[in-house]
């Protein structure tokens, strides 16, 4: 009986590491302010310092810097990411913190950040697993908004990789501009990302028409707003007859997932990954489908929503004062078939 218990074991052991040879892992995860407590001079982050208006220390700091690790590592569970994109962060060195300061060190991972001229100074970015990511370039896409020259807001991250040597990847990781101010007055804002996007991905297929392309962010807006129906021409799988971008999170809900943000009792799915069509092909060398995205509404990071009812995303911070959760929005993540 002990022999038979070795075999299995070993059995599973060898399946699970087959399995982890094929398997690519995106997790993408807006965090929600995540600022370190030095003032820049540059940026308006003067409420992210001791004496701020968030009284934002180092302890606090640290705090959420381990929240971010234990969120990804218990939504991720056995199978450690390959890439993960971050929204809402500050600058180089806060994912620095992330990838030396905890047990994200054993794996090496490297960043990838330029600066943004957000007024705020929250910046998109990534890291990556060097044993099976090998870059090849990246750089920053800069959005312009007709007849308000002065509006400044994040860049679009595109990342361009080889995936444990079996084909090239596009990933472009986005944070598109938020409804402050009004959910109409600001649609024009991301219409202009959506189209600045559009650009981009375009001007990829026309040269390769089988180019994989993997689109996330927080977009805020939902998969069925006019800025990714429309101007980013991304719809579902069922509706994809004429469209080169195919929305995976458009079908989440039947997968029991509610979505990644929740606002005054509603919950939505502004946080989504969006794939070039060439990569639901079951030939393709990158394959994935709707089945493979994934939303972490895990108990540790939801609380109970003592307003509305139901759950909700437990949050670092409750308008300016300190809860001492996560983040406002859930993690989500894709996996890819390497073949």
């Known amino acids: 009986m002990k022999k038979l218990y070795i075999i299995f074991i070993i059995l599973i052991t060898v399946t699970v590491g087959s399995a982890q040879d094929n398997d690519f892992r995106i997790v993408f995860y807006n965090v929600e302010n995540y600022f370190d407590p030095i003032d820049d001079s540059i940026t308006r982050d003067e409420e992210f310092t001791e004496e701020g208006t968030r009284h934002w220390t180092w302890y606090k700091f640290n705090q959420k810097t381990s ?48 600066e943004s001229e957000d007024f705020r100074g929250i910046d998109v970015g990534l890291i990556y697993n060097p044993k099976t990511v090998w870059p090849l370039e990246h750089h920053m896409v800069k959005i312009r908004f007709e007849g308000k020259p002065d509006k400044r807001t994040r860049d679009i991250l595109h990342f361009k990789a080889l995936l444990k040597n079996k084909d090239t990847l596009h990933i472009f990781v986005n944070h598109w501009p938020s409804k402050y101010g009004g959910a109409i007055a600001t649609i024009p804002f991301r219409a202009e990302a959506a189209r600045t996007l559009k650009k981009y991905t375009d001007s990829i297929l026309a040269v390769n028409p089988n180019a994989n392309i993997v689109i996330t962010g927080d977009f805020n807006d939902t998969p069925e707003d006019e800025s990714i129906t429309k101007h980013l021409n991304a719809t579902s799988k069922d509706n994809s007859n004429d469209h080169k971008l195919i929305n995976l999170s458009s079908s989440i809900s039947k997968y029991g ?26 030939s393709n060398k990158i394959y994935t489908s709707e089945a493979n995205v994934k939303v972490g509404n895990i108990d540790l990071l939801l609380e109970e929503d003592k307003k509305y009812t139901g759950k909700k995303p437990y949050r670092t911070f409750i308008g300016f004062k300190y809860h001492g959760g996560f983040s406002d929005h859930l993690p989500i993540l894709l996996d890819l078939k390497l073949q």
Request: glycine fraction near 2%; include cysteine; proline fraction near 3%.
């Open 257 to 282: 997932y509610k979505g990644t943000h929740r606002y005054q009792g509603q919950w939505s799915t502004i946080d989504q990954f969006i794939v070039s069509k060439s990569m639901l092909n079951e």
């Open 67 to 114: 929240k971010i690790y234990k969120a990804i590592s218990a939504f991720s569970q056995w199978q450690i990411p390959d890439i993960m994109a971050f929204c809402e962060i500050e600058n180089r060195f806060v994912l620095q913190e992330l990838i030396k300061k905890t047990p994200l060190i054993d794996q090496d991972y490297q960043i990838v950040h330029e």
